[in-house]
């Protein structure tokens, strides 16, 4: 099964930071890639699909690149409602494992 | 307005059974893959198991594989998580996901989760 890493685990910004969170897959997903923001005691919110594809009604900071193994979401000035933990997802085909996660903070 | 309405938590005895269902309205189910993703608590999200939209096709994460069986009946909107031969680490916050249809675009819609707690 392809394996999906982020990095870093956590961080932590100032607000207007630019922030950018890296995920890999183990093998080629084409774009096949999704992020989501969880925050706390919260269900987790689709923000982008297809790697760099914004889901409707989420603020334009918010942004994703990449693909085959290689991705990033970059949020390019952090706000405290950003306050989170962020996860990508590989959906190209099952299992459809998640990243291990990304605690995102204000400095 | 989609809606998905999980039910059928509560607590377990290790090696027990316990079945999940997710009812959902707003749109045809038939239409749509469907997930269970389970939460453990203060650890991140886990994909559980994933039905395509007539339910031939299933798929589960190996840690359940041979335990837990997924099914849907689209004529009453539900989607189950049959869980059998329960382990401790099975206790998570079980999330019911509107997958995609046939175009393979995430919809982004889940349901608030219902609570699974595996103890003696």
């Known amino acids: 099964d392809i394996q999906m890493t982020q990095s870093p685990s956590s961080l932590s910004a100032s607000v207007g930071d630019r922030v950018t969170i890296t995920c890999r897959a183990s093998q080629g997903i084409s774009n096949y890639l999704a992020w989501y923001q969880q925050m706390p005691g919260k269900v987790p919110k689709l923000l982008i699909y297809s790697a760099s594809t914004l889901q409707s009604g989420v603020p334009s900071r918010f942004s994703g690149s990449g693909s085959g193994t290689d991705f990033t979401l970059t949020i390019s000035s952090l706000q405290p409602e950003d306050v989170a933990t962020y996860y990508c997802?590989?959906?190209?085909?099952?299992?459809?494992?998640f990243g291990p996660g990304t605690k995102v903070d204000i400095k | 307005e989609v809606q998905l309405a999980e039910s059928g938590g509560g607590l377990v005895q290790p090696g027990g059974s316990l079945r999940l269902s997710c009812s959902v309205s707003g749109f045809t189910l038939r239409e749509y893959t469907m997930h269970w993703v389970r939460q453990a608590p203060g650890k991140g999200l886990e994909y559980v198991a994933s039905?395509?939209?007539?339910?031939?096709?299933?798929n589960y994460a190996d840690s359940v594989r041979g335990r837990f069986t997924i099914s849907r009946d689209n004529d009453k909107d539900t989607v189950y998580l049959e869980m059998s031969s329960v382990r401790i680490e099975d206790t998570a916050v079980y999330y019911c996901v509107k997958a995609w249809d046939t175009r393979k675009v995430p919809t982004g819609y889940w349901g608030q989760g219902t609570v699974v707690t595996v103890s003696s």
């Open positions: 997802q590989k959906y190209n085909s099952a299992p459809h494992t």
């Open positions: 039905t395509n939209s007539d339910g031939r096709t299933t």
